[in-house]
């Protein structure tokens, strides 16, 4: 495995330079264009942001992409989404069949994908300061993921706001507790630390799988799937890592998205689970 | 929002994606990745390699599962050979997809000929070109019988055949493969932007990160610079665009 450090190292420098110089001026236009009242056009929101049209969003690059993904949300900015169901054609292939979504399963996905992303961050700080990971190049990596799972986070809260949603900007609990801080405590050597991050890594991408094929409109569904494949991809950096076929199925499957009892609805968390408990047995005599 | 009602919400979609999209991919998954897959990571790991370039090393298994057997017959293709109830315009967008798949696969069927690649690599290209058939076997399922491509999109191949035939050693030839992977998970990125209806953005959901994940391999094993490969966002800057490389 050859994960050049200095380049690792220089693309983290381009990325925050990127962000310090994209990232306000995102919020900016958030503020002054993207307000809801402001009644300007999606043409002109889109030219702010450097990119010719909405349909065209995707074209110079991962800075612009995020700023795609910002309008995606903003530019179509209201509480109720209207549910694209497959209905437009009136030719011969009619179809009548329903998105398995909602409005209401958008938002608690995107609130659910924020707060793994969130948690990602955490799980790699906290590794990465364990002094568990000693690999240069692991080191680089799993640096670069934390940074770009703080980009996604940062896309799919703007996402969030943008179909009139509150952004969920916390770690995932019920993922933190019953699967991060357990097996970071557990952690003892780099091999733990990269298995726990395979898990994580693994979970996000078949969420964001899932939800390439729950959300209820084309512009969801097209932003995080601009997060989606970033995601598999570390997971096939950590595979390698470990020695694993870097691609071991043709599909990417669904089975291990994030469970249900991870979600966060609109008033939360739906479930907090209790912290596992150590059990001591006190030595006999 | 009771959780009862969050849970019915959740069921139907989960319901809604499996009867949909069929459980292939979620069966293979289960046989590759489910954690009591101990004796298959073993496995995996005897066929460990290095891809010789780059200190790459990278694992590739040899479980092959007959994709086939495990279509539910039940998938999208209907009996009467319908394909799936979808809008024309996404029709088309699958079409396009498919014979892009079919391109990929025989790419990789020329590039094994070369017979520059060494033994790793040949496995991996063999094995990245199985993938590309089995998307296309899956997209098929959503077209109609009649429809259904079986020659690769000549205008795609039209792209990647000459540059094959000039490669003179492997780092070129994996090269054409890593620009082939970028090329068709940025067009996936494309279609998702453009499919209007959930079932081809589905099926897309499930494709797109594993052409991905193939760039991720080649790019590696190059020793391309890291964002090359690996950028934060995916993008669709390098699609191969239906409306220049539509099968006449």
């Not at chain 1, 009242?37 to 995707?58: C, E, H, I, W, Y």
């Not at chain 1, 692991?138 to 996604?152: C, E």
């Not at chain 1, 570390?234 to 994030?258: E, G, K």
């Not at chain 2, 998938?75 to 967008?93: V, Y």
Request: charged share 20%; hydrophobic share 40%.
């Amino acid at each position: 495995m050859d994960v050049n450090r200095d380049e690792v190292r220089r693309q983290l420098r381009e990325i925050d330079h990127e962000s310090n110089r994209e990232l306000p001026r995102f919020r900016e236009a958030l503020k002054r264009v993207f307000d809801r009242d402001a009644g300007v056009s999606d043409d002109a929101k889109a030219g702010l942001l450097g990119v010719p049209s909405r349909r065209t969003f995707f074209t110079v690059g991962g800075a612009t992409v995020l700023g795609s993904a910002v309008m995606v949300g903003c530019s179509t900015a209201k509480k109720k989404q209207l549910t694209q169901t497959g209905t437009t054609e009136t030719t011969a292939a009619v179809s009548t069949t329903t998105s398995p979504g909602s409005e209401e399963t958008d938002a608690i996905l995107l609130r659910t994908a924020q707060s793994i992303e969130r948690l990602a961050v955490n799980t790699y700080a906290t590794a990465l300061k364990s002094g568990l990971v000693t690999t240069p190049e692991v080191v680089s990596a799993l640096t670069l993921f934390q940074d770009q799972h703080s980009q996604h986070a940062d896309a799919i809260a703007s996402i969030t706001t943008g179909i009139g949603e509150k952004p969920y900007d916390t770690a995932n609990p019920f993922l933190d507790i019953t699967v991060v801080t357990p097996g970071l405590t557990a952690a003892k050597d780099e091999a733990s630390v990269l298995a726990l991050a395979t898990v994580l890594e693994l979970t996000a991408a078949q969420t964001y799988t899932f939800a390439g094929g729950t959300f209820t409109t084309k512009d969801l569904r097209e932003a995080i799937m601009t997060i989606g494949p970033t995601e598999a991809r570390h997971l096939s950096l950590l595979y390698i890592f470990q020695d694993l076929n870097p691609v071991p199925i043709p599909f990417m499957a669904t089975t291990s998205r994030t469970p249900d009892d991870s979600f966060i609805g609109p008033d939360g968390p739906v479930k907090i689970p209790e912290a596992p408990t150590t059990t001591t047995t006190a030595a006999a005599g | 929002m009771s959780m009862r009602e969050l849970r019915q919400l959740t069921e139907r979609a989960d319901q809604q994606h499996r009867e949909a999209m069929n459980t292939i991919h979620d069966d293979l998954g289960e046989l590759h990745l489910s954690r009591q897959d101990d004796e298959g990571v073993a496995t995996r790991r005897n066929f460990v390699r290095n891809l010789g370039l780059g200190g790459a090393a990278v694992a590739f298994g040899t479980l092959l599962v007959p994709v086939a057997g495990l279509v539910p017959a039940a998938m999208a293709q209907t009996a009467s050979g319908k394909g799936a109830d979808i809008p024309e315009a996404d029709m088309a967008l699958v079409k396009f997809a498919q014979g892009l798949e079919l391109a990929a696969a025989a790419a990789y069927v020329a590039i094994v000929a070369a017979r520059k690649l060494d033994t790793p690599q040949t496995e991996a290209a063999r094995t990245f070109g199985r993938h590309h058939t089995e998307h296309s076997a899956a997209l098929a399922k959503l077209i109609p019988k009649d429809d259904i491509a079986t020659q690769p999109n000549a205008k795609i191949l039209a792209v990647f055949a000459p540059q094959i035939t000039d490669a003179t050693d492997a780092d070129a030839l994996m090269r054409i493969a890593f620009n082939l992977e970028m090329g068709a998970a940025a067009t996936y990125q494309l279609a998702m932007g453009r499919l209007s209806n959930w079932q081809g953005a589905a099926a897309v959901s499930t494709i797109e990160p594993i052409e991905a994940q193939h760039a991720v391999v080649w790019g590696n094993a190059l020793d391309l610079p890291i964002d090359q490969w690996m950028p934060a966002f995916q993008s669709s800057a390098d699609a191969l665009d239906p409306a220049t490389y539509a099968a006449s």
